[in-house]
C-alpha cells in the first residue's frame, strides 16, 4: 500500500475508532464518585445547609469524564411562562481563573449562566447578580475546576485565598446551591485549611490510578481493561480482543500508562484503530507495542523499553528491581 492510502486507511480507521468516545468504561472509584455527588444534590434540596463536595485526582485520573456525567444527567432547559421564557440550568461547569479573585471568579459564573455582560460591575454586585440568577436558573449543582488555581502566586492561608474561600461559603448560605470543587490534591489542602470550608466539603471524593492486583485477585485495571474491549466488540464491531483476564497482559498495560485510566484508553484506542486500518477486526498485543512504540503513553510509563515486546518475565523482574508498587 502506498503512504498515501496508508494514511487514507488511518483516517478512516480513527473516525471508527472514534465512536468509543462516547461511551463511558466506568470503575469503582468512577461510580462512587458519580452516585455520591447525586446524593449530595438531593441533601441539599431537603435541607437547610446545602452538601458541597472535593473532587480531586491528578490528570486523566477521570474528573471531567464525572463532571460530563453530571452534566448530562441535569441537562438545560427553557421554562416557558404566559409572558416569559426562563432558561433553566440545573448544573454547569465553571473553572477557577488564574490568577483568581472574588470578581473574577463571580464573573466566570456569570458568564457561564449566560449572563450579559458578566464582568460588568463591582465584586459585590456581581455576586448580587450572580446569586439571583442562580435561583431564577434553577441551578442544583456548580462544578468548579481548578480550584488549585487559588494557590497560584500565593499559598495556603493567603489573604487572597482566604478572601475567595469567604466569598464561596457566602455564595453557597445565600443560595442553597451543592458545589462540587474539583482540582488536583492541593485543592483538597486549600478545602483543609479553613475549618468552616472543610465542613462544608465534607464529601470527598479522590481519583487514583487504577491498581493491577495480583494474579489471583483481580485488580481494578483488569476490570476496566475487560470492560474496553467489550465495547470495541459491542460498538466497533472487533471479533477477538487480547485476553485482559490473564493478568500478565494487565501488567504490560500497567507498566506502560501507570494505570492512568486516560493513558489506558488512549493506549487502546491507538492499538484499535493500526488494527481496523490494517483490515483487522481483532486486536493483538503487536498492535499494542506498535501503538507504545509511538510514544503516546511515555510520559507515565513506568518501563524503560517496550513492555509489549520483552518476556513477561524480564518485565516482571524489572518492575520487581524497580520497586514499583503494582
Known amino acids: 500500500m502506498s503512504k498515501t492510502g496508508r494514511l487514507l486507511a488511518y483516517q478512516a480507521a480513527a473516525h471508527h475508532i472514534a465512536q468509543i468516545d462516547t461511551t463511558i468504561v466506568n470503575h469503582s472509584k468512577l461510580r ?39 452534566l448530562r444527567r441535569y441537562p438545560p432547559s427553557i421554562k416557558k411562562t404566559a409572558s416569559v421564557e426562563v432558561s433553566i440550568v440545573p448544573a454547569f461547569y465553571a473553572s477557577v481563573p488564574s490568577p483568581s479573585s472574588i470578581k473574577s471568579l463571580a464573573a466566570e459564573l ?45 499559598k495556603v492561608g493567603d489573604a487572597r485565598s482566604n478572601n475567595v474561600c469567604d466569598w464561596i461559603k457566602t455564595l453557597i448560605n445565600n443560595t ?34 487504577l491498581n493491577i492486583g495480583t494474579s489471583e485477585e483481580r485488580g481494578e485495571l483488569e476490570r476496566f481493561l475487560i470492560a474496553i474491549v467489550e465495547k470495541f466488540k459491542e460498538r466497533l464491531g472487533f471479533l477477538t480482543t487480547l485476553d485482559f483476564s490473564d493478568h500478565s497482559n494487565s501488567v504490560r498495560v500497567w507498566a506502560a500508562t501507570s494505570g492512568n485510566p486516560r493513558f489506558v484508553m488512549r493506549l487502546l ?9 490494517a483490515g483487522r477486526k481483532n486486536l493483538t498485543i503487536g498492535d499494542l507495542a506498535e501503538a507504545y512504540a509511538k510514544g503516546i503513553t511515555q510520559s507515565a510509563s513506568k518501563f524503560n523499553g517496550n513492555p509489549f515486546v520483552v518476556t513477561y518475565e524480564a518485565l516482571s523482574n524489572a518492575l520487581r528491581d524497580s520497586k514499583l508498587k503494582m
Open 269 to 277: 484506542k491507538e492499538a484499535a484503530v493500526l488494527a481496523w486500518a
Open 176 to 209: 442553597g446551591v451543592t458545589i462540587c470543587l474539583v482540582g488536583t490534591p492541593a485543592c483538597e489542602a486549600l478545602v483543609n485549611s479553613d475549618l468552616q470550608l472543610a465542613g462544608r466539603f465534607a464529601r470527598r471524593f479522590r481519583l487514583y490510578p
Open 110 to 154: 456569570l458568564k457561564r449562566l449566560g449572563a450579559p455582560r458578566p464582568g460588568a460591575g463591582t465584586a459585590s454586585s456581581l455576586t448580587e447578580r450572580l446569586i439571583v440568577l442562580l435561583k431564577i436558573a434553577e441551578t442544583k449543582i456548580i462544578l468548579l475546576d481548578e480550584f488549585q488555581h487559588l494557590l497560584a502566586d500565593s
Open 32 to 70: 462512587a464518585a458519580h452516585e455520591g455527588l447525586d446524593e449530595c444534590i438531593a441533601w441539599s434540596e431537603a435541607n437547610r445547609e446545602p452538601a458541597g463536595a472535593v473532587l480531586v485526582g491528578e490528570g486523566g485520573m477521570g474528573k471531567t469524564t464525572i463532571c460530563n456525567a453530571i
